[in-house]
């Protein structure tokens, strides 16, 4: 096994799945939680795929629980200036 460390994200995985979009969120923790199994197989290649899909969707997680938010504060601000 080599001696070469992979990041998990499994924690920003299970804050963005929390606080953000629970559908990427999960698709991020799959992802996180394949990393350190791959290095215990010796599947250095794979455990770095793993990492870099568990970044991604953390973002995307991080990124479409943004514009919801965002979206709802515009609507509100909208339907508060309604008559």
Partial sequence: ?????VPTYLPQAILTTIFC???FGVV???Y???VNTKLQLGD???AMQASKNAKLWCW????VGLA???LYFILM???SQAP
Avoid: D, H, K, T
């Avoid at 096994?1 to 460390?5: A, L, T, Y």
């Avoid at 995307?60 to 990124?63: A, E, K, Q």
């Fill in 44 to 46: 250095y290649e794979g």
């Fill in 28 to 30: 991020a923790i799959v």
């Fill in 32 to 34: 996180a939680a394949q």
């Fill in 68 to 70: 919801v938010a965002v």
């Fill in 60 to 63: 995307v997680s991080f990124g």
């Fill in 77 to 79: 601000l909208i339907a």
């Fill in 21 to 23: 979009c629970l559908p």
């Fill in 1 to 5: 096994m080599q001696n070469r460390q």
